[in-house]
């Protein structure tokens, strides 16, 4: 069955310092995985996805993820944190022909000034 | 539309009366799903159109829970005599063509409170 856990409900970081947020997932198969952010009282916006093609994918607003088949892991960076970035971010695993979304529970990314 | 809508933004209902969310998807597109997201949680699958026809309600919790998309573009959700329990953020996505790794937008939500 799929699952995905993200490590951290809470990050926090200064302006202009990296980020990371933790995804692990859990698939039979070769997942699809997304990232998707939420800003208040917004809908969820999809930043990057991967569907078996590169495994290093770049997304929106810089931010960038890499499939690792041996972890199980699709971890979310950017090199430089803005204010704007604060919001709740979502990882999802989607099987392969399926169109049930897995998500996880969200980690809340603060940026301080 | 450019996005995908929902109404009412935010529902308070008496435990007890019905209520009916709706989702308007972007225009053309064929797939229309919903979900419903507990606080503190990420969205967990509820149901799931191609067109107008049902294709999974794997995912309604119980038969108070019911959907309908008549015309094949706007969806109802409609839930009878709520529950505190059925306090949640309801959400709707759609994508372009018949699901399967299509990438699936999501509208702004419906909150829901249950008093």
């Known amino acids: 069955a799929q699952s995905v856990t993200q490590l951290d409900s809470h990050v926090s970081v200064s302006e202009g310092t990296p980020v990371l947020l933790r995804c692990n997932y859990s698939?039979?198969?070769?997942?699809?995985l997304f990232w998707y952010v939420q800003h208040p009282n917004k809908g969820l916006q999809l930043l990057l996805k991967?569907?078996?093609?590169?495994?290093l994918v770049k997304g929106i607003n810089g931010f960038e993820a890499e499939f690792k088949k041996s972890e199980t892991s699709f971890h979310l960076t950017k090199p430089s944190a803005h204010m704007s970035d604060a919001a709740e971010y979502f990882c999802?695993?989607?099987?392969?022909?399926?169109?049930?979304?897995?998500f996880g529970t969200g980690t809340r990314l603060k940026v301080l000034a | 539309g450019a996005g995908v809508s929902q109404s009412p933004r935010y529902k308070v209902t008496k435990r007890g009366q019905d209520v009916a969310l709706r989702c308007d998807p972007i225009?053309?597109?064929?797939?229309l799903y919903w979900y419903r997201q507990a606080l503190g949680q990420g969205p967990e699958f509820l149901t799931y159109?191609?067109?107008?026809?049902?294709?999974?309600k794997s995912g309604l919790p119980n038969d108070r829970f019911s959907a309908e998309r008549p015309e094949g573009s706007i969806s109802t959700l409609t839930i009878q005599r709520t529950e505190q329990r059925d306090s949640a953020m309801y959400r709707c996505?759609?994508?372009?063509?018949?699901?399967?790794?299509?990438?699936?937008?999501f509208g702004p939500g419906t909150r829901l409170l249950v008093l």
């Open positions: 996505a759609s994508s372009l063509v018949l699901a399967g790794q299509e990438t699936q937008y």
């Open positions: 698939s039979s198969y070769s997942p699809s």
């Open positions: 991967y569907t078996s093609a590169a495994t």
């Open positions: 999802v695993v989607s099987d392969p022909g399926t169109y049930k979304y897995i």
């Open positions: 225009s053309g597109h064929v797939s």
């Open positions: 159109f191609n067109y107008e026809a049902q294709q999974d």
